[in-house]
């Protein structure tokens, strides 16, 4: 990647996004659009179709027709590995061309959404096309006179509908396990941020992928979101965003067909520093690059530092430092370390949060606003307490809180008391502690001594309000399968 072959695709027109239904590129059936306004510098760059109840039908219809004819799933399991291949490849031959289009769409600065994007799409596709031919059904312990076995079959028909933040990571993170599993997907991304999944899939049927298996549709939540999780023809509904719309999502499939409903919703993540923390300045860089990266628009940002107090002016120092220093603007330059807010609804929500917080370390305002586009400076708020709204609920933006903690108890206290649980950090060098910690913190991710980075090997997902899927591993194949039971007498 170098900046000349960014800066030449940075303004290259955008052809007229289409749904993929059926294996057809499709408007929606009104000629309804919305515009697509870059997080950059305010403009509009594209219109997307504006998906109705009837699209989002027709979307589903086609699945079911691909899935009942067995066009995929009746295919050999190396047929179906090829098919993925080829895709991931595909992807990668267009991987800058996607990530420049992505970040022109989401505002995610270059040098994050590279790797994070179309590589990490890449590697999703490649893990479970690799796991085709190797995950097995079981053979039970029964008697000599019975055999019992448990068989894997596809569910069916696989909705996924993703967030704007990282939409080719999080809709491969659906798409491919369900896909290596047989099933036939309707993806619906975020209305924020279409315009790479839309290729994405695009790329899937130049690859070899039968018409009507993975299928796209864009438009609103409330509209096209909505028919999808209510539709009878769903059978499993994969979704990653808000908590709030995990709800929705719950009471679409009650007062529906009681689809099988996965949700990976936010976080609150506490980044946890131990005054036995060896090597302050690394776990410093951590601390800033955990929320900073991506404005802080990450479901496991690590949002609220919790620092013994007999480090904290030191530490608080530290990363005051670092995150004043951070590069934030253009997010198409490669050397940016910290991009734009989604929309500019987005950041006026999060300045918003900002008004009234005292102890403002660094940060709290918009900047760049010049460019008209909508940029926010990495800001530290200290001081905060847990009976602070900050404190609290999740803010998806450039903000990091501080609050002090005394010893080990305390910092469990502090690290639990919310009611979400993704991710979180512990600082220390005391293997005791270390082991006593992540037994003790309620989160689907911890991590010691590091933050971030997990791979395909490991899975994803939320403890309490943070969700009930897991994305990743093998053991999101278990989502997108059903298990059959045959009970044989010989
Ligand atoms: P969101 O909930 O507003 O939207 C997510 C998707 O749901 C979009 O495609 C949207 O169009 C759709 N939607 C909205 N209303 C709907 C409805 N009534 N019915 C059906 N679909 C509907 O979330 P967002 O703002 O796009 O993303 C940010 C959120 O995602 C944050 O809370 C973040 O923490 C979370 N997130 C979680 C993870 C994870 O792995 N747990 C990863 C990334 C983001």
Same mark, same amino acid.
């Given at each position: 990647?170098?900046?000349?072959?960014?800066?030449?695709?940075?303004?290259?027109?955008?052809?007229?996004?289409?749904?993929?239904?059926?294996?057809?590129?499709?408007?929606? /059936?009104?000629?309804?659009?919305?515009?697509?306004?870059?997080?950059?510098? !305010?403009?509009?760059?594209?219109?997307?179709?504006?998906?109705?109840? !009837?699209?989002?039908?027709?979307?589903?219809?086609?699945?079911?027709?691909?899935?009942?004819?067995?066009?995929?799933? !009746?295919?050999?399991?190396?047929?179906?590995?090829?098919?993925?291949?080829?895709?991931?490849?595909?992807?990668?031959?267009?991987?800058?061309?996607?990530?420049? @289009?992505?970040?022109?769409?989401?505002?995610?600065? /270059?040098?994050?959404?590279?790797?994070?994007?179309?590589?990490?799409?890449?590697?999703?596709?490649?893990?479970?096309?690799?796991? /085709?031919?190797?995950?097995?059904?079981?053979?039970?312990?029964?008697?000599?006179?019975? @055999?019992?076995?448990?068989?894997?079959?596809?569910?069916?028909?696989?909705?996924?509908?993703?967030?704007?933040?990282?939409?080719?990571?999080?809709?491969?993170?659906?798409?491919?396990?369900?896909?290596?599993?047989?099933?036939?997907?309707?993806?619906?991304?975020?209305?924020?941020?279409?315009?790479?999944?839309?290729?994405?899939? &695009?790329?899937?049927?130049?690859?070899?992928?039968?018409?009507?298996?993975?299928?796209?549709?864009?438009?609103? !939540?409330?509209?096209?979101?909505?028919?999808?999780?209510?539709?009878? *023809?769903?059978?499993?509904?994969?979704?990653?965003?808000?908590?709030?719309?995990?709800?929705?999502?719950?009471?679409?499939?009650?007062?529906?067909?009681?689809?099988?409903?996965?949700?990976?919703?936010?976080?609150?993540?506490?980044?946890?520093?131990?005054?036995?923390?060896?090597?302050?300045?690394?776990?410093?860089?951590?601390?800033?690059?955990?929320?900073?990266?991506?404005?802080?628009?990450?479901?496991?940002?690590?949002?609220?530092?919790?620092?013994?107090?007999?480090?904290?002016?030191?530490?608080?120092?530290?990363?005051?430092?670092?995150?004043?220093?951070?590069?934030?603007?253009?997010?198409?330059?490669?050397?940016?370390?910290?991009?734009?807010?989604?929309?500019?609804?987005?950041?006026?929500?999060?300045?918003?949060?900002?008004?009234?917080?005292?102890?403002?370390?660094?940060?709290?305002?918009?900047?760049?606003?010049?460019?008209?586009?909508?940029?926010?400076?990495?800001?530290?708020?200290?001081?905060?307490?847990?009976?602070?709204?900050?404190?609290?609920?999740?803010?998806?933006?450039?903000?990091?809180?501080?609050?002090?903690?005394?010893?080990? &108890?305390?910092?469990?206290?502090?690290?639990?008391?919310?009611?979400?649980?993704?991710?979180?950090?512990?600082?220390? *060098?005391?293997?005791?502690?270390?082991?006593?910690?992540?037994?003790?913190?309620?989160?689907?991710?911890?991590?010691?001594?590091?933050?971030?980075?997990?791979?395909?090997?490991?899975?994803?997902?939320?403890?309490?309000?943070?969700?009930?899927?897991?994305?990743?591993?093998?053991?999101?194949?278990?989502?997108?399968?059903?298990?059959?039971?045959?009970?044989?007498?010989?």
């Amino acid at each position: 990647m170098h900046q000349s072959q960014i800066d030449q695709l940075r303004d290259a027109p955008i052809e007229t996004p289409m749904m993929i239904i059926g294996g057809q590129p499709v408007l929606a /059936i009104s000629g309804k659009t919305l515009p697509v306004i870059s997080p950059i510098d !305010g403009q509009e760059i594209a219109q997307i179709p504006d998906a109705g109840t !009837g699209d989002v039908d027709l979307a589903v219809a086609a699945a079911r027709r691909s899935f009942e004819g067995a066009i995929w799933a !009746g295919l050999a399991p190396a047929a179906r590995k090829s098919v993925l291949l080829k895709w991931a490849d595909l992807i990668e031959v267009n991987a800058l061309e996607l990530a420049v @289009l992505g970040v022109r769409d989401n505002g995610t600065e /270059i040098s994050m959404a590279y790797k994070a994007e179309p590589f990490s799409a890449i590697g999703t596709i490649r893990y479970y096309a690799e796991a /085709i031919d190797k995950v097995y059904g079981e053979v039970a312990p029964t008697g000599p006179d019975t @055999l019992g076995m448990i068989l894997r079959e596809p569910v069916g028909v696989v909705a996924a509908i993703v967030p704007w933040n990282f939409p080719m990571m999080i809709a491969a993170w659906k798409i491919a396990p369900a896909l290596a599993s047989g099933n036939s997907v309707v993806v619906k991304p975020s209305e924020m941020a279409s315009l790479t999944v839309m290729r994405m899939v &695009a790329l899937a049927l130049e690859a070899g992928l039968p018409d009507g298996v993975l299928n796209v549709v864009t438009g609103t !939540g409330a509209v096209a979101g909505q028919a999808l999780a209510r539709s009878m *023809d769903v059978d499993a509904l994969a979704f990653t965003g808000s908590g709030g719309v995990g709800r929705q999502l719950m009471e679409y499939a009650a007062q529906s067909n009681l689809k099988r409903v996965f949700l990976e919703l936010g976080g609150k993540s506490p980044h946890i520093v131990f005054d036995d923390c060896a090597d302050l300045d690394k776990a410093a860089t951590a601390v800033v690059n955990g929320i900073f990266r991506n404005a802080g628009q990450v479901c496991i940002a690590g949002s609220r530092l919790i620092v013994q107090r007999s480090i904290h002016d030191v530490f608080v120092k530290k990363i005051t430092k670092l995150a004043a220093k951070m590069r934030v603007g253009d997010p198409l330059n490669m050397t940016t370390q910290v991009g734009a807010l989604n929309s500019e609804l987005h950041m006026q929500r999060v300045l918003d949060v900002i008004t009234g917080a005292h102890s403002i370390e660094t940060g709290g305002e918009r900047i760049h606003a010049d460019t008209g586009g909508f940029y926010i400076a990495p800001t530290i708020i200290s001081g905060v307490t847990e009976d602070d709204l900050l404190f609290k609920e999740e803010i998806f933006g450039p903000i990091l809180t501080v609050t002090a903690f005394d010893d080990e &108890a305390d910092a469990i206290r502090l690290a639990n008391n919310t009611e979400l649980g993704l991710a979180a950090g512990v600082w220390t *060098d005391n293997l005791s502690r270390a082991h006593r910690m992540v037994a003790a913190v309620r989160a689907g991710v911890v991590h010691v001594n590091t933050f971030g980075g997990a791979d395909n090997t490991v899975p994803l997902g939320g403890y309490k309000q943070s969700g009930n899927g897991q994305d990743k591993s093998l053991l999101a194949i278990d989502k997108f399968t059903n298990r059959k039971t045959v009970w044989i007498k010989l």
